[in-house]
C-alpha cells in the first residue's frame, strides 16, 4: 500500500538509451516536456552531448555514460531502447559492435524490464524487411534479409532482438512495445552522419557534388523526427496487449534523384550530381503500411516533406 502511495506521488521514470543520438535526443526533450524524470543512457559513439546540453541543466534530466551491451542497474518505470547506430555507414564502421550493441543490448535492457516491471519499447527497423519483395510492407511480411552480408550485422542484430523482446514477453510477461521505424530524418543529426538527406543537405549547402549511390531510381518514404517521436510516446501508453510489431514511418515515396534535385532546389545550390557505386544489399524500394499504426496508436505522421526539409536545412545551415 504504502510503496502504491509513493510511486503515484512521484514521477514516471524513463530511461531512454541512444539517448544522445539524433531521435533520442528529440525523445528525452519530449518525455521533459511532459513533465518525466528521464535519464538518458549513451556511450556517444554516433551521439552527441551537443544534442542534450539544454537538457544537462534540467532537475528531471540526467546522462549516464555508458555501453548498453554491459548490464545496468536502476530504478526505472519505462524503457525506450534505442540504443545502436543507425547509419549504414556508422553501423558497418564495427560490425561486431553493432550486433553485440543489438542482442546484448537488447539483453540487458530486457533484464532491467524484467527485474523492475518496467515497459519497454524497441526502436525496431524497416531493415527486418530487407530488400522487400512486398510493397508496401505491412507487418506481417517476414522479410528478405541477407544473413551474411555487409548489412546484417544492424539487419540480423535488429531481427533477434525482436525475438528477445518476444521470447522475455511470452516467457517472463514483460511488457514490450516492438516499433518497426522507417527512414526518419530531422535536426540533431550529425554532419558526418552518412544517412541520405543529411548527406545532401550538407553537400548541398557546401556547394560539393550530390552522392547518388546507384542510378537514384531506388525509393525511400521519409518521416519527420516530430511525427516519428509523437508515435514512440503514444506508442507507449497504449494497453499492455498491444506488443506490436508496429510499422511507424511516413508511406509518401520517393526517389533518392528526385530527392536530391528537390534539396538543391530548395537551398538553391549550384551542386552538380555525382553518380557512385550502389551499396551492397542496398534495398531496391520502401514503404511502410501504416494501417496499424493509424488504428491502435491513432496515429499518423503530418509533417509534409517538403517541411520537414526546410527544417533541417535551417538546422544544418546553424552548424555550417
Ligand atoms: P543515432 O546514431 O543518431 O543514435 C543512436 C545512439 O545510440 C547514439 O547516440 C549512439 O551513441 C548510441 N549508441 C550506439 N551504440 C551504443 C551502445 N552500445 N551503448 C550505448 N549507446 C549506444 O541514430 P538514430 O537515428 O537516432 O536511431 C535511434 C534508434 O532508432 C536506433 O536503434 C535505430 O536503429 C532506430 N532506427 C532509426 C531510424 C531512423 O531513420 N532514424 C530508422 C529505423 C530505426
Ligand atoms: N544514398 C545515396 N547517397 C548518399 C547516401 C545514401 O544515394 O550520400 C542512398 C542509399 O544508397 C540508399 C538511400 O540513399 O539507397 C537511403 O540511404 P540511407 O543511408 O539514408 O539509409 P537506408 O535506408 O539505406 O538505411
Not at 195 to 208: D, P, Y
Not at 209 to 230: A, L, W
Amino acid at each position: 500500500m504504502q510503496k502504491e502511495k509513493l510511486k503515484q506521488d512521484r514521477n514516471t521514470r524513463a530511461l531512454v538509451t541512444g539517448g544522445a543520438g539524433f531521435l533520442g535526443s528529440h525523445l528525452c526533450q519530449r518525455l521533459i516536456d511532459d513533465g518525466l524524470e528521464v535519464l538518458c543512457v549513451d556511450n556517444l559513439f554516433t551521439g552527441n552531448k551537443k544534442n542534450i546540453n539544454q537538457l544537462l541543466k534540467n532537475s528531471n534530466f540526467e546522462f549516464i555514460r555508458h555501453d548498453v551491451t554491459l548490464p545496468l542497474h536502476l530504478e526505472i518505470d519505462q524503457i525506450y531502447n534505442l540504443a545502436c547506430p543507425a547509419s549504414p555507414v556508422k553501423y558497418q564502421y564495427n560490425p561486431v559492435q553493432t550486433i553485440k550493441t543489438s542482442v546484448h543490448g537488447a539483453i540487458n535492457m530486457l533484464g532491467l524490464a524484467k527485474r523492475t516491471g518496467a515497459t519497454i519499447l524497441q526502436a525496431s527497423t524497416s531493415e527486418v524487411y530487407g530488400d522487400p519483395n512486398l510493397h508496401p510492407q505491412p507487418e506481417s511480411y517476414w522479410g528478405n534479409v541477407n544473413p551474411i552480408g555487409l548489412r546484417a550485422c544492424y539487419d540480423e542484430g535488429k531481427r533477434c532482438a525482436e525475438t528477445l523482446f518476444f521470447d522475455y514477453h511470452r516467457q517472463y510477461n514483460i511488457p514490450i512495445k516492438v516499433a518497426r521505424i522507417f527512414n526518419t530524418f530531422g535536426p540533431n543529426m550529425h554532419l558526418n552522419d552518412g544517412r541520405v538527406i543529411s548527406n545532401f543537405v550538407v553537400q548541398a549547402l557546401k556547394g560539393e557534388p550530390i552522392t547518388i549511390y546507384g542510378s537514384g531510381s531506388q525509393t525511400r518514404s521519409f518521416c519527420y523526427v516530430d511525427d516519428m517521436i509523437e508515435a514512440l510516446v503514444k506508442f507507449m501508453d497504449t494497453p499492455k496487449d498491444l506488443c506490436g510489431p508496429v510499422n511507424l514511418g511516413n508511406p509518401s515515396e520517393i526517389t533518392i534523384l528526385k530527392l536530391a534535385n528537390e534539396i538543391i532546389r530548395m537551398t538553391g545550390s549550384s551542386s552538380t550530381i555525382h553518380y557512385k557505386d550502389l551499396p551492397s544489399d542496398d534495398p531496391i524500394k520502401r514503404k511502410p503500411d501504416i494501417s496499424l499504426a493509424k488504428t491502435h496508436l491513432r496515429w499518423k505522421p503530418e509533417t509534409k516533406l517538403q517541411k520537414g526539409l526546410s527544417n533541417t536545412i535551417r538546422y544544418f545551415k546553424t552548424l555550417l
